[in-house]
């Protein structure tokens, strides 16, 4: 017997649990600065950010020279 998820289901849930991160996080804000969840997601995308066009320039930078090589 194979076991599978209602793919309606699994649509309903993923979304039911996006949206209640989204807003536990927004009203985090009102319990003080240690529980502010927006606070911390929004300082860890921008350091993604930043470490993904990091990345990319080296990325660059490496296949440039290996470019030059041939």
């Known amino acids: ?3 599978f998820v ?8 993923g979304l039911v649990i996006v949206i209640a991160v989204i807003a536990f996080a927004w009203y985090s804000a009102a319990w003080g600065a240690f529980w502010n969840f927006r606070h911390a997601a929004w300082e860890l995308l921008k350091g993604g950010v930043f ?5 990319i320039g080296v990325l660059f930078i490496v ?8």
């Open 51 to 55: 470490w993904g066009v990091l990345g």
């Open 63 to 70: 296949l440039g020279i290996s470019d030059l090589k041939d």
């Open 1 to 3: 017997m194979k076991y």
């Open 6 to 13: 209602n793919k309606w289901i699994e649509l309903l849930a």
